[in-house]
């Protein structure tokens, strides 16, 4: 038994990246996760229920759940299907915490649900907060829900937030890697492939979160992120490239001091925090920081002619109601068609642009013009590809 084995958690998206780490850090402290769920990965996800026994698990389709019940007859977790059992899942009463780590706007209504049910959300599905950020952070404060940042960026700022008042914060650093392209050219990335794209300089990631992160969407994503999880303005967001992704990111005090945090590039320190918060525990498997053998620490402004994806992401927050979702599906669409090789690299970012200076969208932020906007981003994305396949 240890001190957390009272803590019991819902892991949405166990089979993921993010979800197979968080239940390392489950083995590591203990803790309990009673719902795990995934879209279609049964052999993992079978292992996972085998070994910590939660209480519910969930899959993407009715097909899949009834090969998922026969393998695991002889346990006591209860399986299910469909987006109402995912919802059961983001709300069982026995979870005090919720991960979020569904990839893409697949995470939104669970997360919404998991909001409304006041859960401690743990966050790293950032798709939601980018589309749907003033209807998620409402439903957080209406319910008495905490959001808790798990993207590392967002924990870093979340941590040195504490190392000042509120009122004094300048602005934020929000660092980035720069990705496997960094200094590259639009020429020499031209020619670039899905398997070129997916390897990434520092961190292990799922497939889309890949992508983002070499073509920079990951970032204007998350500078999205930013402004709903701290309340900021578009203006007090500054990105920085920061080659080595050891300084997570930062904030800015008015006495011109920067609070950064630093840290190894290795997901399980934020979300073991964003579990244990406000206290910290050793986390296994994670190297000390070792800022001698590192030697230094480069950054660099980040090339928007380039990699207009985050351009076209700032310039989404700066419009601001339904441009975010539509941007962010256009490049949900976009990341789709890449992996698929009907697109090129390059593509995505004119992509992505496009949807943000050619679609009109309402202004008013309903979850139903959140997903109508979505669904138009996606929508220019098909249309992209018909236009492209008839040149
Ligand atoms: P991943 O692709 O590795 O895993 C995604 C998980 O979501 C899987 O468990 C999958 O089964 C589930 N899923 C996918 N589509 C689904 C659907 N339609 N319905 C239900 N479940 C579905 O992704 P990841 O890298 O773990 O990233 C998850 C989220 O966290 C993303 O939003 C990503 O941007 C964010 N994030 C990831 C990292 C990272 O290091 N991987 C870092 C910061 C933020
Ligand atoms: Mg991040």
């Known amino acids: 038994m240890s001190e957390f084995s009272e803590i019991a958690i819902s892991v949405l998206g166990s089979t993921g990246s993010i979800g197979r780490q968080t239940l390392d850090v489950c083995r590591n402290l203990g803790i309990r996760p009673v719902a795990l769920t995934a879209h279609s990965n049964l052999q993992l996800l079978e292992k996972q229920a085998r070994e910590f026994l939660p209480q519910l698990v969930v899959v993407a389709e009715e097909s899949l759940a009834s090969s998922l019940k026969v393998a695991l007859a002889d346990t006591p977790v209860q399986v299910k299907a469909g987006p109402q059992a995912l919802e059961e899942a983001a709300t069982l009463p026995q979870a005090q915490s919720v991960v979020g780590a569904i990839v893409g706007m697949a995470g939104l209504a669970p997360v919404l649900a998991a909001a409304k049910a006041g859960k401690t959300i743990a966050l790293a599905n950032k798709e939601p907060l980018v589309s749907a950020g003033a209807l998620v952070t409402q439903m957080a404060r209406e319910h008495g829900a905490r959001i808790i940042p798990v993207d590392s960026e967002h924990s870093a700022i979340f941590q040195c937030l504490h190392g000042g008042e509120r009122r004094d914060v300048a602005k934020i650093l929000l660092t980035a ?11 020499e990335l031209k020619a670039v492939t899905a398997a070129d794209a997916l390897r990434h300089p520092n961190w292990s990631m799922g497939a889309k979160v890949t992508v983002d992160s070499a073509t920079l969407m990951n970032k204007g994503l998350e500078f999205i992120e930013a402004m709903w999880l701290f309340d ?14 050891i300084v997570h990111s930062g904030v800015f005090f008015a006495d011109g001091s920067l609070i950064a945090q630093m840290g190894v590039p290795d997901m399980r320190t934020a979300i073991q925090y964003a579990l244990t918060y406000p206290r910290r525990y050793p986390v296994r498997g994670v190297p000390p ?26 310039a989404a927050a700066r419009k601001g109601g339904l441009y975010p979702a539509a941007v962010n599906g256009a490049n949900e669409g976009a990341v789709a068609l890449f992996l698929e090789g009907k697109i090129t690299f390059l593509e995505i970012g004119e992509l992505v642009q ?30 992209f590809y018909r236009n492209r396949g008839s040149k």
Do not use: H, W
Request: proline share 5%.
């Open 232 to 245: 900021l303005a578009p203006d007090q967001i500054e990105v920085v490239i920061q080659r080595q992704s």
């Open 354 to 383: 496009g949807a943000l200076e050619e679609l009109n969208l309402p202004r008013e932020i309903t979850l139903a013009s959140v997903l109508e906007a979505d669904a138009a981003g996606r929508e220019y994305a098909r249309q």
């Open 177 to 187: 890697s720069g990705g496997p392209f960094f200094g590259k050219s639009r020429e």
């Open 289 to 314: 920081l070792n800022l001698a053998q590192i030697g230094a620490l480069t950054f660099a402004t980040p090339d928007r002619s380039t990699f207009t994806c985050l351009a076209a992401c700032e």
